[in-house]
T-cell receptor, first 117, second 113 residues
Framework: GAVVSQHPSWVICKSGTSVKIECRSL??????MFWYRQFPKQSLMLMAT?????????EQGVEKDKFLINHASLTLSTLTVTSAHPEDSSFYIC?????????????FGPGTRLTVL | QKEVEQDPGPLSVPEGAIVSLNCTYS??????FMWYRQYSRKGPELLMY????GNKEDGRFTAQVDKSSKYISLFIRDSQPSDSATYLC?????????????FGGGTRVLVKP
């Protein structure tokens, strides 16, 4: 149980294009999902909190117009990197919290490696 | 000073040894404590989850939380080469803070056959 998937697992795109990354909770419902990015040999940096049916909450310094988040259902959140540039190349990881439990566990997806040429 | 401090390692041990990992933190509001294992180019995998102070054991893994000292530990018994990974501690104060996790920087562990 508690499986989170991400799609795609990797993507290469040209500078200026937009890329959408999907995060799905496969066997539980998640009212809250989180989006992180991770640079090589560094820890995870929280970008935003995605809330089902409402606007995402962005961390300080994260451009909300560049990183569009949509949480349209209890099992799906999407992150769209708009007008991507080489500095956006990173490892993007989502996590989800099981809404059906009082526990505060978060389960992570396998990550999406984005390379912008 | 970071909110959560974790020795980056690398920590190299022979197969079969006990791996000892720890984190210290400064925010006394943290109540939920987790340990994740992350292999290269993969997402973190939840190993242990603990609420408040105390010990928890699951197979070869033991997690300890000492809130009075703001110190948490993870022990891995009978370590295997497959345990070679980066281990991340994470914690959060709970719903009042949006359930946001604060991570340590990660400790790289290498178990040599």
């Amino acid at each position: 149980g508690a499986v989170v998937s991400q799609h795609p697992s990797w993507v290469i795109c040209k500078s200026g294009t937009s890329v959408k990354i999907e995060c799905r909770s496969l066997d539980f419902q998640a009212t809250t999902m989180f989006w992180y990015r991770q640079f090589p040999k560094q820890s995870l940096m929280l970008m935003a909190t995605s809330n089902e049916g409402s606007k995402a909450t962005y961390e300080q310094g994260v451009e909300k117009d560049k990183f569009l988040i949509n949480h349209a259902s209890l099992t799906l959140s999407t992150l769209t990197v708009t007008s991507a540039h080489p500095e956006d190349s990173s490892f993007y990881i989502c996590s989800a919290r099981d809404a059906g439990t009082s526990k505060n566990e978060q389960f992570f997806g396998p990550g999406t490696r984005l390379t912008v040429l | 000073q970071k909110e959560v401090e974790q020795d980056p390692g690398p920590l190299s041990v022979p197969e079969g040894a006990i791996v000892s990992l720890n984190c210290t933190y400064s925010n006394s509001a943290f109540q939920y404590f987790m340990w994740y294992r992350q292999y290269s180019r993969k997402g973190p995998e939840l190993l242990m989850y603990t609420y408040s102070s105390g010990n928890k054991e699951d197979g070869r893994f033991t997690a300890q939380v000492d809130k009075s000292s703001k110190y948490i530990s993870l022990f891995i018994r009978d370590s295997q080469p497959s345990d070679s990974a980066t281990y991340l501690c994470a914690m959060n104060p709970g719903k009042a803070a949006g359930n946001k996790l604060t991570f340590g920087g990660g400790t790289r562990v290498l178990v040599k056959p």
